[in-house]
């Protein structure tokens, strides 16, 4: 089973989920260390997204069990994993689309007084407070994607690698302890790769482990000490980047993904 | 002085429904939720508040004679009592359901008010509600000119709660829930508490302007609470901007002229045995509107403005 040198701070046994008779996940286990970059590969249909989807708790689990720094998640809510700390971005990208890129950010901050009705009703003075070192605290996200020329701007204008960015920094505004991201980088454009691996990079310097699911190899290779391949539900094979992708077993699934 | 009273007398009206159309933005304009049950919600509110407030009736229990302020307190808190259940009931469920539910339930409550005559006065309705400011009841101007500021009050203060709610944390995780409740609920929003929240809030509201309309108008009957009472609500909001509170208002006052003047103008031109028929014609005027505005400005007349948070110190853009 896959280890890191870290404590771990995520941790999932034998997770599986079949839609209809087809295992989409197929008894999958992993362990994340704290301070981790683990990445998942594997050709188009292994169940990348759905292990996501499990571990974010958006579909329920057939079996298995999910930790998150020994607390139990396997069944909790998604509402309350992101609580708990663990984040999540889309593969494909969901934004409030008629809300600003700044009310996108600020929508995503945990905790908020505001957000009861009570509370919103009568204790306007404590909620502006909250709101106001929220404001602060998106805008510098946002400065950090590089999205903040945009902040007024709705959701709905931007390209696909502005949407990528604000998935990002959503999640990011959510402060969670550990985030799964889903091909942050399908369909951005070349120039934006430079600075999304970056982003990567100094997020995990902050201090959060990164589950990244991602097809572009040179980033794997970049970020990713250890990768797990997936294929048809299963995990096929895990180590270094550069050592699993030498495996024949690896390179037959790659392949048969391809047109011949 | 006759015709100014006539038009205190159409607006305090078309305030009203001004209320009503509000309760249904919070629902539907800010959260998304297909309530096809409006005018169940604004009979109930108008019944319970008749109830209460009416003097003791010899043929019906109720009419406790207490002041018009707690029956229209009761209204709301029987508006928000019955949309928090139906929204406990649905509201976990596909969107589709609560159309159904609200749809079920305003027929069932309209046939309640027409059948439980010890409670409703049956097919006669209630007459007797007191009416803020008997008083002036003589002089016909004072009288509608004081109800017309009394109900303006109403929505004036609606809006503002409304507002201040909508442009508050709780108001921005709602958009977010309508926008994309997968992606809201992967940010830590929980969908079913806010739209059963929202939904609340809107039932309240709708009863409020049930008991407004009742208490100035003075008699209830089944009849009133119709679905065509729900439809002209939709067109009210779509014409006016879903999304928009003061849409909401505009929308309210506009179909509601149309409404008013069109019923006026095929009551002069059509001879009596027609009218009724005629009357449909009223409908569909409204739903030649309803296309037109659909077609050339599907947001609405005033569309939902991109609200930034009220603490942020931005102005609000129109979009
Ligand atoms: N909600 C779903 N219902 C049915 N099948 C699904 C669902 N989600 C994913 N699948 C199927 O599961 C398989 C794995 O999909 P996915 O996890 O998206 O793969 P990946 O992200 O690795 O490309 C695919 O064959 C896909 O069609
Ligand atoms: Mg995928």
Known sequence: ?260 | MELLAYAAFFLTIALTYAIMCLGLNVQWGQTGLFNVGVAGFVGLGAYVSAALTTPDAAERIGGFGLPIAVGWIAAMAAGGVLALAVGLLTLRMRSDYLAITTFGIAVALQLVFQNAEVLTGGAFGMAFIPRPFAGLQGQSFAFNMVNLALTAAVVAGVYLLLEHLLRSPWGRALRAVREDEIAAQALGKNPVLLRIQAFALGGAIMALAGAVQAHFIGFIAPGNYLPMMTFQVWAMLIVGGSGNNRGAVLGAVLVWAIWALSGAAISEIFPAAQQARAASLQIVIIGVMLCIILLWRPQGILPEVRSVSRHLGIRNKDS
């Open chain 1, 1 to 260: 089973m896959s280890t890191s040198s870290q404590p771990p701070i995520l941790t999932a046994d034998s997770l599986t989920k079949s839609f209809g008779g087809f295992r989409a996940v197929n008894d999958i286990s992993l362990t994340l260390g704290a301070r981790e970059i683990l990445g998942v590969i594997g050709p188009n249909g292994a169940g990348k997204s759905t292990l996501f989807n499990l571990l974010a708790g958006a579909i329920p689990l057939d079996a298995g069990r999910i930790g998150l720094d020994g607390v139990d998640l396997s069944h909790a809510r998604p509402e309350a994993r992101i609580r708990a700390g663990l984040g999540r971005t889309f593969q494909i990208p969901r934004p409030f689309a008629r809300m600003t890129v700044l009310e996108n950010v600020m929508a995503s901050a945990q905790g908020q007084r505001g957000e009861r009705l009570l509370p919103a009703l009568i204790a306007p003075r404590r909620v502006a407070e909250q709101e106001r070192a929220n404001a602060v605290r998106a805008r510098e996200i946002l400065d950090f994607v590089a999205l903040s020329h945009l902040e007024d701007q709705p959701a709905s204008v931007l390209s696909g690698g502005q949407r990528k960015l604000l998935e990002l920094a959503r999640v990011l505004m959510a402060e969670p302890r550990v985030i799964l991201l889903d091909e942050p980088a399908a369909g951005v454009n070349p120039a934006l790769l430079d600075m999304i691996i970056d982003r990567i990079i100094a997020i995990n310097q902050l201090g959060i482990a990164v589950l990244l699911i991602e097809h572009n190899m040179e980033m794997i290779a970049r970020l990713c000490p250890r990768v797990i391949v997936m294929a048809a539900g299963k995990a096929l094979a895990e180590g270094a980047p550069s050592e699993v992708t030498k495996r024949a077993d690896v390179i037959d699934v790659y392949l048969e993904g391809m047109p011949a």
